[in-house]
């Protein structure tokens, strides 16, 4: 039944279009497309475009651009739909893959709206042939589907061409965008002067031993307490201890939380720190004294963060079998 508006359509339009053989009709509204893609329509020339019998297609978009009806989607789809129909025309000027595109606003073919029963809009309709070689089962339309939102032009070109087979299929051309190619290249430019200009000062940073030093050592602090774990895991933070606190290290070794990740990476920086001044900075000291003070502060310092390393090692584990004063 919902066919039949349809259909009485499709009568009306044989009638009007009765005067006018298919061939003529097509080249008449070729001929508007060429000049003006796509042809606007109203209530008339819908009928006479869409009537049979038509030896051609007919791609018609039902619209309501109008403010009042407050169609956002129609004003989302119409660029694309113009660029669509001027792309292929344009790649189409002898009309060998006979096609037309039209558009029917609601404020010119009020009447058609209400014969089709349409309560939405936007809406597409592709009427196929109903004579030639390329005929059509069923004169009905093919409705696209717009239940997922505006649609690119690339979108519904793939649409029509699905249902236009061994026919010329024009692509669609997107025009230049400027704007976008000059704010490229000025950012572009921007960049390598300014990259220029600080080069003579970012060098002797990038060339300096102690600065990879330090991002290396970093790098691998960060990624030997846990980092990457935490990050495909997607651990907690922190979490309750049940007590109303706070628990900053996780029971059991396959299970942690972000703090406890940087407490341990803090713990492993103090550690390096003190063993790579106990081999490199203390035996530079040349007061034999102080010399022995550095040995005594620094091994001290290794001494103790060790202890508490192992001591949250077997906190984590209790079958963790080392420890050291005074974490015992």
Request: charged content about 15%.
């Amino acid at each position: 039944m919902r066919f039949l508006p349809t259909l009485l359509l499709a009568l009306l339009g044989s009638a009007s279009a009765a005067k006018k053989s298919p061939e003529e009709r097509f080249q008449t509204y070729h001929a508007k497309a060429l000049s003006s893609a796509p042809v606007k329509l109203g209530d008339p020339s819908y009928r006479e475009l869409t009537g049979t019998p038509r030896d051609y297609t007919v791609a018609v978009l039902l619209t309501a651009m109008d403010a009042r009806f407050g169609c956002q989607l129609c004003r989302d789809f119409q660029p694309e739909w113009d660029l669509l129909s001027r792309s292929w025309t344009a790649g189409d000027k002898k009309g060998e893959s006979r096609v037309v595109f039209g558009t029917l606003d609601f404020a010119d073919g009020r009447d058609i709206f209400m014969s089709l029963g349409l309560q939405t809009a936007p809406v597409l309709f592709l009427f196929p042939p109903t004579i030639g070689s390329h005929a059509a089962a069923s004169p009905e339309p093919i409705r696209y589907d717009f239940t997922s939102g505006s649609q690119a032009a690339e979108q519904v070109h793939a649409w029509i061409a699905r249902h236009l087979p061994d026919r010329p299929h024009p692509p669609v051309k997107r025009p230049i965008n400027w704007m976008r190619w000059i704010s490229t290249f000025v950012i572009l430019s921007g960049g390598l002067t300014a990259s220029y200009a600080a080069w003579p000062y970012v060098l002797p940073v990038i060339q300096n031993r102690t600065v990879w030093a330090g991002i290396t050592l970093i790098s691998i602090l960060l990624f030997t307490s846990g980092h990457m774990f935490n990050q495909i895991r997607n651990v907690p933070y922190v979490a309750g201890d049940g007590r109303g606190g706070i628990s900053y290290f996780a029971s059991g070794f396959q299970n942690q939380y972000g703090l406890e990740t940087q407490i341990v990476a803090a713990m492993y920086g103090i550690l390096a720190l003190s063993g790579i001044s106990l081999a490199i900075k203390v035996p530079r000291i040349s007061d034999p004294k102080m010399q022995g003070i550095a040995i005594i502060a620094w091994g001290s310092i290794l001494f103790v963060v060790y202890s508490l390393l192992l001591s949250i090692f077997r906190g984590k584990n209790a079958g963790y079998p080392f420890s050291l004063p005074p974490f015992m």
